[in-house]
C-alpha cells in the first residue's frame, strides 16, 4: 500500500517492492544500442552482474521481458471522473495507485504482458488521470517544494521562470551519460527552481529559451528513435524537468514504444509531484547536491534542501524503484557535503536497487568565481578521498 501524508513530519512510503522472484541476472541485452567506438563501456555495462542485478527492471523493459511503467498505467482502468474537481482526483488516484501497486506484487513479468496484450485503452486511465491531475496542479503550481501557488495557465511565473508552455532547449541521443544510459535520448528543458551559481547549464536554467513543441510531435520523435534501435530510454531533464510534469505525461499519453523512462531531477520534487511520477518513472536519476541545509542555501538559493531530497530519496527508495544517484563534489565540500552524503546513503537507503555515481566533472561555471571556496577545480586529491570514502562504505558506484 502506497499512502503518503502531506506533512513532511509524517510520511508512510510503502510501496511497490519486486520481488526476488523477477530478477534475471543472465538476461540476453544483445540487441541493446550501444556507442562502441565513443563508448566502449556502454558495451561492457551489458556484462556487468552487478548493475544488471540492481537495475534489474530497467534491463528486463529493455529485453522486452516487461514493461515501461507508463505503458500499465496507460491501460490501468479508472473510475470516470470530473478533471474540473481535483480533490476527487485525487482520491480516485490513491485508491487506483493501491491496485496498482498490488497489480505489480502480485503478478510476474509474463503474467502482465499478456495483460497488455489482451487490454485495450479505456479512456478514463491511470496516466490520463496523473496528466489531468498535473494539469490542475499548473493552475496553482506545487510541483516543487518552493510551492509558488501561482497559475501558470494564465501566464504566471514562478521560481521556476516557466509558465505552462514548456520550452524545450534541446533534444537529441546523448552519449555523455553513464554507461547505463548511453545512448540515451534527452529532452532538455530550459528554467529551473534553482540558482547554482556554478550552474553548466546556466544558458538554459537560468533563461528561458528553446521552444515548444506539440506534445504529439515529441512523442512522434521517442517512437522514431527508439524502433530504430538507437536509444535505451528518454531522459527528462533541464534546467529540471519537475515544472514540466504536465507536458511531460501529455507526451507519454501519445508514445507507444516500449522505452524506460529517466527522471533526471535536482530531485526538489513535493510530495504531490513524486505520487503523480510514481508509476510513471522506471529509473530515477536524481543529483544529490549538498550534505547539509546552509551549503544549498548559499549557492543554490535552496532551503531545506537535506530535509527535502532525503525524504524524496526514502520515499523512491522504500518503493522499492530503481536510483541511480549523481554526486557532483565540489572543491572544498568533502566534509560538508560529499562525506556526509555518502554517509546517509549509507546508512538510510537500501541499496539493493541503487547505484552512486561520484564526479569529478565539476568547473568553475557562471557566477562560481565570487565564491572563494568553489571558485577553483577539484583536485586529483580530493577526488580521490572522495572515491576512497565512497569504497569504504562499500557503495555500489558506477561512472
Known amino acids: 500500500?502506497?499512502?503518503?501524508?502531506?506533512?513532511?513530519?509524517?510520511?508512510?512510503?510503502?510501496?511497490?517492492?519486486?520481488?526476488?522472484?523477477?530478477?534475471?541476472?543472465?538476461?540476453?541485452?544483445?540487441?541493446?544500442?550501444t556507442v562502441p567506438f565513443w563508448r566502449p563501456d556502454s558495451v561492457a555495462i551489458l556484462r556487468d552482474k552487478?548493475?544488471?542485478?540492481?537495475?534489474?527492471?530497467?534491463?528486463?523493459?529493455?529485453s522486452g521481458k516487461s514493461l515501461a511503467k507508463y505503458l500499465?498505467?496507460?491501460?490501468?482502468?479508472?473510475?470516470?471522473?470530473?478533471?474540473?474537481?481535483?480533490?476527487s482526483m485525487w482520491r480516485i488516484h490513491r485508491d487506483y495507485m493501491e491496485e496498482?501497486?498490488?497489480?505489480?506484487?502480485?503478478?510476474?513479468?509474463?503474467?502482465?504482458?499478456?495483460?497488455?496484450?489482451?487490454?485495450?485503452f479505456p479512456h478514463y486511465n491511470?496516466?490520463?488521470?496523473?496528466?489531468?491531475?498535473?494539469?490542475?496542479?499548473v493552475k496553482s503550481c506545487r510541483f516543487c517544494e518552493f510551492k509558488c501557488n501561482i497559475n501558470r495557465a494564465e501566464g504566471a511565473v514562478g521560481r521556476c521562470r516557466v509558465d505552462a508552455k514548456s520550452r524545450i532547449a534541446s533534444i537529441f541521443v546523448h552519449i555523455g551519460e553513464e554507461p547505463e544510459l548511453v545512448p540515451s535520448y534527452t529532452i532538455f528543458f530550459s528554467g529551473c527552481n534553482f540558482r547554482c551559481v556554478y550552474c553548466q547549464n546556466w544558458d538554459i536554467s537560468q533563461r528561458i529559451t528553446g521552444v515548444h513543441l506539440p506534445p504529439?510531435?515529441?512523442?512522434?520523435?521517442?517512437?522514431?528513435?527508439?524502433?530504430?534501435?538507437?536509444?535505451?530510454?528518454?531522459?527528462?531533464?533541464?534546467?529540471?524537468?519537475?515544472?514540466?510534469i504536465h507536458f511531460i505525461l501529455g507526451v507519454l499519453l501519445y508514445t507507444n514504444s516500449n522505452v524506460p523512462q529517466v527522471w533526471n531531477s535536482n530531485f526538489y520534487n513535493s510530495i504531490e509531484a513524486l505520487q503523480i511520477l510514481d508509476g510513471v518513472i522506471d529509473l530515477w536519476l536524481p543529483d544529490f547536491k549538498y550534505g547539509n541545509n546552509e551549503c544549498a542555501t548559499r549557492l543554490s538559493g535552496a532551503p531545506r534542501?537535506?530535509?527535502?531530497?532525503?525524504?524524496?530519496?526514502?520515499?523512491?527508495?522504500?518503493?522499492?524503484?530503481?536510483?541511480?544517484?549523481?554526486?557532483?563534489?565540489?572543491?572544498?565540500?568533502?566534509?560538508?557535503?560529499?562525506?556526509?552524503?555518502?554517509?546517509?546513503?549509507?546508512?538510510?537507503?537500501?541499496?539493493?536497487?541503487?547505484?552512486v555515481n561520484v564526479m569529478a566533472q565539476y568547473r568553475p561555471e557562471?557566477?562560481?568565481?565570487?565564491?572563494?571556496?568553489?571558485?577553483?577545480?577539484?583536485?586529483?586529491?580530493?577526488?580521490?578521498?572522495?572515491?576512497?570514502?565512497?569504497?569504504?562504505?562499500?557503495?555500489?558506484l558506477t561512472s
Not at 552487478?50 to 529493455?62: E, G, K, Q, S, T
Not at 498490488?102 to 495483460?115: K, M, V
Not at 491511470?126 to 496542479?137: E, F, M, Q, T, Y
Not at 541511480?324 to 557535503?337: A, F, G, K, T, Y
Request: proline share 3%; net charge negative.
Open 72 to 87: 500499465i498505467a496507460k491501460k490501468f482502468a479508472v473510475d470516470e471522473y470530473d478533471p474540473l474537481d481535483e480533490n
Open 305 to 355: 534542501y537535506f530535509d527535502v531530497v532525503t525524504r524524496n530519496f526514502k520515499i523512491v527508495n522504500g518503493n522499492g524503484d530503481e536510483i541511480l544517484i549523481r554526486h557532483l563534489v565540489l572543491p572544498n565540500h568533502l566534509d560538508c557535503c560529499t562525506k556526509p552524503i555518502l554517509r546517509w546513503i549509507h546508512d538510510n537507503l537500501d541499496l539493493s536497487k541503487v547505484r
Open 50 to 62: 552487478d548493475a544488471i542485478i540492481r537495475f534489474n527492471r530497467y534491463w528486463r523493459i529493455l
Open 216 to 244: 504529439i510531435e515529441v512523442a512522434i520523435r521517442i517512437d522514431e528513435r527508439f524502433q530504430a534501435n538507437e536509444i535505451r530510454n528518454v531522459n527528462w531533464v533541464g534546467g529540471d524537468p519537475t515544472p514540466n
Open 366 to 396: 557562471y557566477q562560481a568565481s565570487a565564491y572563494k571556496d568553489i571558485s577553483r577545480r577539484l583536485t586529483k586529491d580530493e577526488f580521490n578521498e572522495a572515491i576512497q570514502y565512497a569504497r569504504k562504505l562499500e557503495l555500489p
Open 100 to 120: 496498482f501497486h498490488d497489480f505489480l506484487n502480485t503478478r510476474n513479468d509474463r503474467e502482465i504482458l499478456d495483460w497488455y496484450e489482451k487490454s485495450s
Open 1 to 33: 500500500m502506497t499512502s503518503w501524508s502531506f506533512s513532511d513530519e509524517s510520511i508512510d512510503y510503502t510501496g511497490c517492492c519486486m520481488s526476488a522472484r523477477d530478477v534475471i541476472a543472465d538476461l540476453d541485452l544483445s540487441g541493446i544500442p
Open 126 to 137: 491511470l496516466l490520463r488521470l496523473k496528466h489531468d491531475l498535473s494539469n490542475a496542479i
